[in-house]
Nanobody, 116 residues
Framework: QVQLVESGGGLVQPGGSLRLSCAASESIFNIYAMDWYRQAPGKQRELVATITSSGRTSYRDSVKGRFTISRDNAKNTVYLQMNSLKPEDTAVYYC??????????WGQGTQVTVSS
């Protein structure tokens, strides 16, 4: 029932920045953790960043110091600020609403391409 709509993807040069947004159709951040995943062609989907309902954040090692996950509860929106982008960051990025032992919700994905 929850819908997640992403925006902010696009084409950037190496070293550039993008901010992805994921807007939820209802207020869920008090009970769901929010994740950003990404999937490159021919590779498995991988977890990039998480923000829990209490506001704790975590990141995969390859993006630490470059990416920041945040949320705006009033706007029902979670963000992924991506700085110092590298070609290996190229992927479809998905937001995910996550609860233990409960089926979550996925956005449609947004393409991020890092290329000169």
């Amino acid at each position: 029932q929850v819908q997640l709509v992403e925006s902010g993807g696009g084409l950037v040069q190496p070293g550039g920045s993008l901010r992805l947004s994921c807007a939820a159709s209802e207020s869920i951040f008090n009970i769901y953790a929010m994740d950003w995943y990404r999937q490159a062609p021919g590779k498995q989907r991988e977890l990039v960043a998480t923000i829990t309902s209490s506001g704790r954040t975590s990141y995969r090692d390859s993006v630490k110091g470059r990416f920041t996950i945040s949320r705006d509860n009033a706007k029902n929106t979670v963000y992924l600020q991506m700085n110092s982008l590298k070609p290996e960051d190229t992927a479809v990025y998905y937001c995910h609403a996550d609860r233990p032992a409960v089926a979550g919700y996925w956005g449609q994905g947004t393409q991020v391409t890092v290329s000169s």
